[in-house]
């Protein structure tokens, strides 16, 4: 009975660690001990996608990722401008001016200056700022976290394009599967209607056999041709996920299962997932960059000191002025009185930054249950892969049963369908299963921000 068993499981796929081999369409699917692998000998066939391939390809194509990274640039360049107040400010000045009138000075509704002469001069304006009691600096600290952010901004980006790659992979895969499944169902149908097409033409069977069997027949046909749409549509996804607009066709290589999960503690990739994931380090980043724009805000109402200097000449000037100028200085300003308008702008930066902190507080918390349910699926999708591999031996050994007593007339066709369905069943459960297993390990490795 092992023997009929083992046999049948050849012939019939859906078992994790047994399926067919040598079967007529292409792709021939061939099983090591852990795991299984595309191969075709038609050099027209699409090209093999590995995973690791799926990823690396992602990274360079997909626009998100491309989009993230430009964000992240940009912002670099918003911490050069705000550090650029540390350097000199130096100016070029080019000047000609035609006086109409010697005693035209002062014009109506304004102050003039009272020197205006016809005159053509050049020269340069340097400005240095020497303090201002820590403004800037914390503007340039504000803006480095900033850009601290955006890069974490842009690592979370690219988890969530390689989390979509291995999800879609991984969907792809089950599809499949279930399309081998569905073929072979198709095939070992057909040859069971075939025998009783012929035992029914010599009086060894009933017509009504033959109607049960080509019912089967049909079922199996339509099992077939949802399964080759879900594969198309998940190639479609894959596709998408990697970056592509066209539709892209691949032979994919089958993924080994995962190590065991622990089933006792989680406490561990909780702590792992809160020092490591990117959106908890982007948040950090900006309620650090938060407190100190609030700093800088309060220090708005400081002095600000600054060292000026300007020279040049003027090579056509009038008589009453000098062929070439310099003057240097030193100057302070300071604001006394704007309506309000500073205290109320550090209230604001002040309130932006508490409210910061509890965004921060609050993503942490959704990260620890996102973990803790992240891990639970993994344990349940390792504990439906064993129920399901242990229902495909039964079913498997139900059908040989069923089959043995039909050929030798004990049973009707009806239990024999009924044991063609239930197996049927248990090998869409089985490959369901697997792939839910590497789901879900995906799933877990992006929620503790571990996913390569």
């Not at 964000?71 to 911490?79: D, E, G, S, T």
């Not at 080994?256 to 990117?278: E, F, K, W, Y």
Request: charged share 20%.
């Amino acid at each position: 009975m092992k023997e009929l068993v083992l046999a049948l499981a050849v012939c019939l796929p859906g078992s994790a660690s047994v399926w067919a081999d040598g079967t007529n369409p292409p792709p021939v699917l061939t099983l090591t001990n852990t795991q299984m692998s595309v191969r075709t000998d038609d050099t027209n066939a699409p090209p093999v996608l590995t995973l690791t391939n799926a990823q690396m390809i992602a990274l360079q194509n997909h626009p998100q990722i491309a989009a993230a990274n430009y964000r992240a640039l940009a912002a670099k360049q918003a911490l050069k401008q705000t550090q650029s107040a540390f350097f000199p400010s130096v100016n070029l000045y080019a000047t000609a001016v035609g006086a109409g009138s010697e005693d035209a000075r002062i014009m109506a509704g304004a102050l003039n200056n009272p020197s205006i002469f016809d005159r053509a001069a050049g020269g340069l304006s340097v400005s240095q700022l020497v303090t201002d009691f820590g403004r800037t600096a914390n503007l340039s600290a504000s803006s480095k976290f900033q850009a601290q952010a955006e890069n974490q901004n842009a690592v979370t980006t690219r988890e969530q394009v390689l989390l979509q790659v291995d999800i879609s992979y991984f969907h792809a895969l089950a599809t499949l599967a279930l399309e081998h499944v569905a073929q072979q169902v198709l095939d070992t149908r057909q040859l069971v209607l075939d025998q009783v097409n012929a035992k029914a033409t010599n009086k060894l069977r009933s017509q009504l056999d033959v109607s049960f069997a080509q019912v089967e027949v049909q079922q199996a046909r339509l099992l077939l041709q949802k399964s080759q749409n879900d594969m198309d549509a998940a190639m479609a996804t894959l596709s998408t996920a990697l970056g592509y607009r066209e539709f892209h066709e691949f032979q994919l290589v089958e993924q080994s299962l995962p190590a065991g999960q622990s089933t006792n503690d989680v406490s561990g990739l909780i702590q792992t997932a809160l020092s490591q994931r990117p959106e908890l380090l982007s948040l950090r980043y900006s309620r650090d960059a938060a407190k100190r724009l609030a700093r800088a805000e309060r220090d708005s109402r400081l002095p600000t000191v600054e060292v000026v200097g300007t020279a040049g000449a003027s090579p056509v000037h009038d008589v009453h002025l000098p062929d070439n100028y310099a003057a240097a200085g030193i100057q302070l300003s300071e604001p006394l009185f704007a309506g309000g308008f500073y205290t109320a702008r550090q209230r604001e930066a002040e309130l932006r930054a508490q409210a910061e902190d509890d965004m921060l507080r609050a993503a942490e918390d959704n990260v620890i249950r996102d973990v803790r349910i992240a891990w639970l699926g993994v344990n349940n999708a390792l504990e439906q892969l064993r129920t399901t591999e242990e229902l495909m031996r039964n079913a498997t050994e139900a059908y040989v049963l069923a089959q043995a007593r039909y050929d030798n007339g004990i049973s009707s066709i009806v239990e024999l369908s009924q044991a063609q369905l239930n197996l049927t069943s248990a090998q869409i459960e089985n490959a369901g299963a697997r792939y839910a297993v590497l789901i879900q390990q995906a799933n877990l490795d992006y929620q503790t921000g571990m996913i390569h």
